[in-house]
């Protein structure tokens, strides 16, 4: 499998992303998958300390500490409401730190590659929070910082105030959710920062999960009201298009869509979340398929550049317009 260059190290052009692990998926399975993975050519898995309320995190460790010989770069997050913290508190100092040596410890690692900050605030001055990370790179205890779900704005914000911190930046991007490509991923190409990109199949909707009406007891939306907020009636009409569209050219939907995002301009790296074996199949032979320009066309027909069709930042903050209706007791 091909690699990208990620700050100073590189990452495997597919990131195994361990949000079912422990919620729904159990250890064992998780154990499988992981294996299916490594096997597949996936060197970087990626994690978040509210994955299962930090369970997915000692499923990793626990596989990584029964597979010596194997060798990963560990990716995980912080920043998202956990256990009894809540914002703002989730973006201070104290928490950022106490949970990256927590994470260290269910881990099992010495340091962690990449430390991401899970979601934006304005709760907290910017430069404070970035100088949290900034310690942490210089304590070792991280090799490297990136974003997740940030506007361009933060990011050149954090560009300039401390140039070389921010590597990274995790993002929502399908055919589903174009927004990124207007201001998010051409300053990252112009600043040389990578793209991650996550939710390559829509939760499912671009693998045909949602194309009858209502929602499978088990489905990710079924669990997560977050995602079954993005399963709207403008989003099943563009996913069954979508799927007519790969059966015709005789691909699976769900590994068209991560090749899809896999060849978008300025992509580093796509990140699968699968909850079953059958779910990173899908995934590593679309990370090694290429999609023809005919067909390109045609998904670009199904939803254009730069728009959408369902809300993936719809737990930014900032993608729904939340923050230009709350004020969030800040003074500047």
């Keep these: 499998m091909q690699r990208s260059p990620l700050g100073s190290s590189t990452v495997s052009r597919l990131i195994l992303g361990s949000m079912n692990f422990g919620d729904p998926t ?8 992981l294996d299916l993975g490594v096997d597949g050519g996936i060197t970087t898995i990626d994690c978040a300390d509210v994955y299962a309320q930090g369970r997915s995190e000692d499923i990793v460790g626990t596989w990584m500490a ?10 995980t997050k912080v920043g998202m409401p956990i256990g009894d913290v809540a914002p703002p508190f989730t973006h201070q100092r104290r928490h950022i730190i106490t949970s990256c040596d927590a994470s260290l410890r269910r881990l099992g690692v010495e340091q962690i590659d990449l430390y991401q900050l899970h979601k934006p605030t304005i709760d907290e001055r910017w430069e404070d929070v970035l100088g949290v990370f900034a310690d942490l790179v210089d304590a070792g205890k991280i090799a490297a910082f990136g974003t997740s779900s940030h506007p361009a704005w933060m990011l050149a ?9 921010v590597v990274s930046e995790q ?3 399908n055919l589903l959710d174009r927004r990124v490509e207007r201001e998010v991923i051409p300053w990252c190409r112009r600043s040389r920062t990578a793209v991650l990109a996550f939710s390559p199949v829509a939760a499912g909707l671009l ?5 009858d009406a209502g929602i499978p007891s088990d489905s990710r939306a079924a669990r997560r009201p977050q995602v079954s ?14 799927v007519t569209l790969a059966d015709e050219s005789g691909i699976d939907p769900a590994a068209a869509a991560v090749a899809w995002v896999a ?4 992509v580093s790296a796509v990140i699968c979340g699968p909850r079953t074996l059958g779910h990173l199949r899908a995934a590593l032979i679309g990370s090694a398929l290429t999609l023809s320009s005919e067909f390109l066309a045609q998904a670009d027909a199904i939803c254009p550049g730069g728009s ?5 930042q719809n737990t930014s903050g900032w993608g729904s317009g939340q923050w230009s209706t709350n004020n969030f007791g800040l003074d500047h």
Excluded: K
Excluded at 229 to 242: K, Q
Excluded at 308 to 312: A, I, L, N, T
């Design 26 to 33: 159990a250890e064992a399975d998780a154990f499988d998958i």
């Design 66 to 75: 029964q597979r010596p010989s194997v060798r990963v770069e560990i990716l």
């Design 157 to 165: 914000e954090a560009h300039r105030t401390h140039p070389e911190l």
């Design 171 to 173: 993002c929502p991007y």
């Design 207 to 211: 693998a045909g999960r949602y194309r």
């Design 229 to 242: 907020d993005r399963i709207n009636a403008e989003a099943r009409e563009a996913s069954a298009r979508w």
């Design 263 to 266: 060849q978008r301009g300025g």
């Design 308 to 312: 959408m069709r369902s809300d993936f």
